[in-house]
């Protein structure tokens, strides 16, 4: 299972950015996808997480309006769109995979528990 990030870089308060995960090695469509971030001196938080086939979805708080996720199954690919971005949103984010919960009942998980994990993106929201 293998998870690459791009998209990251700095951008003034109130940009925008679109972060892109590329998967390989394993069934993207069994999977949960998800976006999570880790701030200097945080622990890392789960931002926004995608169902693998039905497009349900999670936000944190913090991003809800903001941010939006999306998976394009055919290619492998997940994204995070990122607008109004705020000095907060600063962190590192990372990719992160986890097998579909067939006896799961519930709203979409975004835990950091999930078992595959890319390198990471830098985002940098200067004010």
């Known amino acids: 299972e293998q998870l690459v990030e791009s998209g990251g870089g700095l951008v003034q308060a109130g940009g925008s950015l679109r972060l892109s995960c590329a998967a390989s090695?394993?069934?993207?469509?069994?999977?949960?996808i998800g976006w999570f971030r880790q701030a200097p001196g945080k622990e890392r938080e789960g931002v926004s997480c995608i169902s693998s086939s039905d497009g349900r979805t999670y936000y944190t708080d913090s991003v809800k309006g903001r941010f939006t996720i999306s998976r394009d199954n055919a290619n492998n690919m997940v994204y995070l769109q990122m607008n109004s971005l705020k000095p907060e949103d600063t962190a590192v984010y990372y990719c992160?995979?986890?097998?579909?919960?067939?006896?799961?009942?519930?709203?979409?998980?975004?835990?950091?528990?999930?078992?595959?994990w890319g390198q990471g993106t830098q985002v940098t929201v200067s004010s």
């Open positions: 992160a995979a986890d097998p579909f919960r067939y006896d799961y009942i519930g709203p979409v998980p975004c835990d950091t528990d999930f078992r595959s």
């Open positions: 090695g394993f069934t993207f469509d069994d999977y949960y």
